[in-house]
């Protein structure tokens, strides 16, 4: 399954590809293409299980960067490896996103992000928090993209206001 966030299509081409590899991890991916939507950055979407589609996989992978795609952000549970799979195909920055499952509640797809072989680097965050990949995408993007890096300072700025300080 492809397919662009529903207001993606009207920020142009997608910089940002978000995978998972199931069906049941879909809407727990859902706060990135919030996020991303948020900052006008336009994203696709895949579900593709890196178990039972490998070689589709391999072939999405390697058409990332012809597509514009800079940024890839994967969510896993029990498809753990995917953010691996994906790291290991790729000169792209690859974001994990471990995501609550498993028998023990998603620990085991924390620690198999984090625990990447030297040269395939995953870049993990907090357990089930897509919303911090995007905003970690974000970041990423907006290191050469003036624009953008302004409505992450302002983000970054209604954030803090909202917390109190």
Same mark, same amino acid.
């Given at each position: 399954m492809t397919n662009q966030g529903?207001?993606?299509?009207d920020l142009g081409s997608p910089r940002v590809a978000i995978v998972y590899g199931a069906p049941t991890e879909a809407e727990a991916m859902t706060p990135a293409g919030a996020i991303l939507t948020r900052f006008g950055v336009a994203y696709e979407q895949r579900e593709i299980?890196?178990?039972?589609?490998?070689?589709a996989l391999q072939e999405w992978i390697s058409a990332l960067e012809a597509r514009g795609?800079? @940024?890839v952000l994967a969510g896993g549970g029990v498809n753990a490896s995917i953010a691996g799979f994906v790291a290991a195909h790729t000169p792209l920055p690859v974001v994990g996103v471990p995501l609550p499952g498993g028998s023990v509640g998603g620990l085991e797809a924390l620690l198999a992000m984090t625990q990447? #072989?030297?040269? @395939? #680097? @995953?870049?993990?965050v907090g357990l089930g928090h897509a919303t911090n990949a995007a905003v970690l995408a974000v970041q990423i993007l907006a290191v050469g993209d003036p624009e953008l890096r302004s409505r992450l300072v302002a983000f970054k700025e209604e954030f803090e206001r909202a917390a109190g300080s």
């Open positions: 529903p207001a993606s299509a299980s890196p178990y039972r589609a490998p070689r795609i800079e @940024v990447m #072989p030297a040269g @395939v #680097p @995953v870049a993990v």
